[in-house]
């Protein structure tokens, strides 16, 4: 964790700003006395429960942006010759009423 004075984090806001964009905590402290923490906001992000923000610090997901790419619309879908993804979607649709 950085450490900063109050004079210091004014001085050079921009560069404390860089380093909690990349994760790290800033400790402030006002004459040696820690008086407030700044922390990145998707640490606190409350979109994502708990337990998705556990799987992506032990690095078995990377949770999206929530934006879908134009290209999606337009990229080819793989081939399901077997009908088996309309059977699937149809079998949970009728398996919740």
């Known amino acids: 964790m950085v450490t900063a004075s109050i004079s210091k984090l004014k001085a050079s806001l ?23 923490k700044l922390i990145p906001v998707s640490q606190e992000d409350p979109v994502w ?18 934006e879908i790419p134009a290209s999606f619309w337009t990229d080819a879908r793989s081939p399901d010759p077997k009908g088996r993804a309309l059977k699937a979607l149809l079998d949970e649709r009728s398996e919740s009423r």
């Open 14 to 36: 921009s560069h404390y700003l860089r380093i909690v964009r990349t994760g790290e905590e800033v400790l402030v402290t006002d004459r040696r006395k820690a008086v407030a």
């Open 49 to 66: 429960p708990p337990h998705l923000r556990e799987l992506e610090k032990a690095g078995l997901i990377r949770l999206g942006s929530g």
